[in-house]
């Protein structure tokens, strides 16, 4: 449809172009790497996926544009059962935690993942699961694959950090290269692109016209210094999930249909009130009549992403935990409000955000929104536990004054809703004292 969309209007301002994808009758692939060398049309449209594939260096007198940040990086992670594993293992070896080829299954390792790729094309057949593909695939392409210890139940997980490094190649290969998309700060690309050796310049694309956020409030619904997280919106309030509570306060506010935002484990694609829109939305027009958003979807790293984190850390020298969460929360969040009126230059209607976190509200402050009003009165109306491992200084103060009085751990826990062992760890510091 954005392919339809972009040749329609190039034609209309007179622009050779074509458009390549799976409709052209042919391999995607080979029709576009003979566009390429052909240039017989001044402008090719075509997927991120299918520039992916071609010969780089057939890009040498070519503009690239990219609409939207490619995917520099992924960190697959496969629970797998006893069963699925031993599949897997008939081809490699445990090497201290790290999967490895056994040399003389290589050949037929080969063979199993290229029947794999004929199966999905309808002219062969794999026993092949998905995942056992992809790791597989991933280890031929010399990617290391981390396998965890046995879980309790016999699970085990097999991990990896996939870098998507033929982007670096192509950005090289092309006369110029441009990206476009809302921000790049602090993202993925960024890092990995820095750390490649790229830098960056504001696109001669680059639009004048920015959204007026004076019209904006942007109401955080998670309490100032708390992190959006899975585990505490599933943590059970009266017998609802808090995800469920701060959806409902978030309704009885609104004076619109509001677009929602959420992860699949929310269960919120069928909200009485609301227009559910996936979390990838980039690209979507048809909303822009739409003057509130509500966006309830997480991007923290798993324990699984972590150790990926740490494993680049090492690689490269850099942190990418911050870019991380960019990729995941913060700049999914701004592509989503984006959807709205916001987008429509000549809006005067006032503009509501509902957002995670003090996170979210920064980066949206400091990307397009420095203009718009905060509204924290959902966020310290809602029903959050408070975090006892973690103290102001007039609750602490209070502790120490109830210590000394003596009074026993589990009253100081009930008055003061601090944990039972933050307590005895100030008990100890003050005996020791």
């Known amino acids: 449809m954005l392919s339809d969309e972009i040749a329609h209007r190039a034609t209309l301002k007179g622009i050779s172009c074509q458009s390549i994808d ?14 390429l060398a052909d240039k017989a049309d001044a402008l090719i449209i075509c997927t991120q996926e299918a520039i992916r594939r071609v010969k780089p260096h057939l890009l040498h007198d070519w503009s690239l544009v990219l609409d939207e940040v490619p995917k520099v990086v992924d960190y697959p992670d496969y629970s797998l059962k006893p069963v699925e594993l031993n599949r897997i293992l008939e081809y490699t070896k445990d090497n201290s935690g790290q999967l490895q080829i056994i040399e003389d299954r290589k050949s037929t390792l080969i063979e199993q993942i290229n029947t794999h790729r004929g199966d999905a094309r309808g002219v062969d057949c794999s026993t092949l699961g998905k995942s056992a593909a992809h790791v597989f695939r991933l280890l031929i392409s010399d990617v290391q694959v981390f396998i965890d210890k046995p879980m309790p139940d016999g699970k085990r997980h097999v991990r990896a950090v996939e870098e998507f490094t ?9 006369s110029e290269a441009h990206v476009l998309a809302a921000s790049i700060k602090n993202s993925e690309f960024e890092i990995f692109a820095q750390v490649h050796g790229f830098q960056f310049k504001d696109s001669e694309f680059t639009p004048d016209w920015r959204p007026d956020s004076g019209n904006v409030t942007i109401y955080p619904v998670v309490p100032k210094g708390q992190k959006f997280s899975w ?5 059970v309030h009266e017998d609802s999930r808090l995800i469920d509570i701060l959806l409902a306060n978030v309704l009885k506010c609104v004076g619109s249909t509001p677009l929602l935002f959420a992860n699949k484990w929310a269960r919120f694609q069928n909200v009485p009130g609301t227009l559910y829109v996936p979390k990838d939305c980039r690209g979507l027009n048809r909303y822009i009549h739409a003057t509130e958003a509500v966006t309830l979807f997480g991007g923290n790293p798993s324990p699984s992403d972590g150790k990926g984190l740490e494993y680049l850390e090492e690689k490269y020298g850099v942190s990418f935990e911050e870019s991380f969460v960019t990729s995941r929360l913060l700049e999914p969040t701004l592509q989503a409000v984006a959807r709205t009126a916001i987008r429509c230059r000549h809006n005067t209607e006032r503009l509501r955000f509902y957002v995670q976190d003090y996170r979210v509200v920064e980066y949206l402050q400091s990307t397009y ?30 502790v120490q004054r109830l210590i000394s009085m003596n009074i026993s751990t589990l009253q100081i826990h009930k008055e003061t809703g601090v944990s039972r062992q933050k307590i005895a760890q100030m008990k100890d510091a003050l005996q020791a004292a």
């Open 22 to 35: 799976h409709r052209s009758g042919e391999t995607v692939v080979s029709a576009l790497e003979t566009s």
């Open 166 to 174: 033929d982007w670096w190649d192509i950005f090289s290969s092309a």
């Open 231 to 235: 585990r505490m919106m599933t943590e």
């Open 369 to 398: 929104f420095q203009d718009a009003t905060i509204d924290w009165s959902l966020a310290n109306n809602a029903p959050f536990r408070r975090d006892g491992r973690k103290l102001d200084v007039t609750t602490e103060a209070e």
